[in-house]
T-cell receptor
C-alpha cells in the first residue's frame, strides 16, 4: 500500500524549459514533504521541503507546490539544466509517528 | 568532512544465506537510518537507530535487523535471504533524530540474491 505515489517513471525536458515533477499522497495527516535528487551510484541528496501548513516554497530554480485538497505536490525546476538529469523522489513525513514514506521516483532527463 | 560510507558496495548471495551490511555515519552524526530501494517499490524505510537503540521501524519482516555501536556505526543484517531482497540498501545519517530534511545518504550497497 503505497501512501506516496509518483505516477510518471520518467520525464524528458529541453534545456531551459520548465520541468514539473508530480507526487500524490493518500494520508491527509502528513506534516511535511521533501524532494530528494539521486544520481546513479550515489545516495539521494535533499533538495527542498515544504510544511503542510504552506502551499509553496521556493529555493533558487526549485519551487515546490502543495495542494492539500488534491493531496498533490509538485516540484518545478526553472530553467532546467542538463545537470538536473537525475531521479527525483518525493517523501512525506508523519511526525507524531516519526515515519516517512518515499515515492518510487521519476527519472528526469534534461536534453541540451 | 568525510561523507557516509557503506561497505561493501556490491554483494552477491544465494537464497537462504544471511548478509551483514555496514554503515559509517558522518563524524558527529548520531542518527542512522536504513532504506531499501527497488525499482518497483522505490525507497522504503527499514529502521532508524539512535544512541545504540532502534527508535523506529518500517514494515519489514523480522529477517531484517540492525544494530548501532557506541561510535554510531551501524550494521544491518538480513537472514534467510530471498530473491526479493535483491535491492540497493541505503544508509543515511543525521546529527540528531527527526532531522529528516538534513539526512545525508551513503552510496548504498547493491545486494543481489541468486
Amino acid at each position: 500500500d503505497q501512501q506516496v505515489k509518483q505516477n510518471s517513471p520518467s520525464l524528458s525536458v529541453q534545456e531551459g524549459r520548465i520541468s514539473i515533477l508530480n507526487c500524490d499522497y493518500t494520508n491527509s495527516m502528513f506534516d511535511y514533504f521533501l524532494w530528494y535528487k539521486k544520481y546513479p551510484a550515489e545516495g539521494p541528496t535533499f533538495l527542498i521541503s515544504i510544511s503542510s501548513i504552506k502551499d509553496k516554497n521556493e529555493d533558487g530554480r526549485f519551487t515546490v507546490f502543495l495542494n492539500k485538497s488534491a493531496k498533490h505536490l509538485s516540484l518545478h525546476i526553472v530553467p532546467s539544466q542538463p545537470g538536473d538529469s537525475a531521479v527525483y523522489f518525493c517523501a512525506a513525513i508523519l511526525y507524531n509517528f516519526n515515519k516517512f514514506y518515499f515515492g518510487s521516483g521519476t527519472k528526469l532527463n534534461v536534453k541540451p | 568532512k568525510a561523507g557516509v560510507t557503506q561497505t561493501p558496495r556490491y554483494l552477491i548471495k544465494t537464497r537462504g544465506q544471511q548478509v551483514t551490511l555496514s554503515c559509517s555515519p558522518i563524524s558527529g552524526h548520531r542518527s542512522v537510518s536504513w532504506y531499501q530501494q527497488t525499482p518497483g517499490q522505490g525507497l522504503q524505510f527499514l529502521f532508524e537507530y539512535f544512541s545504540e537503540t532502534q527508535r523506529n521501524k518500517g514494515n519489514f519482516p523480522g529477517r531484517f535487523s540492525g544494530r548501532q555501536f557506541s561510535n554510531s556505526r551501524s550494521e544491518m543484517n538480513v537472514s534467510t535471504l530471498e530473491l526479493g531482497d535483491s535491492a540497493l540498501y541505503l544508509c543515511a545519517s543525521s546529527l540528531d533524530r527527526g532531522l529528516l530534511n538534513e539526512q545525508f545518504f551513503g552510496p548504498g550497497t547493491r545486494l543481489t540474491v541468486l
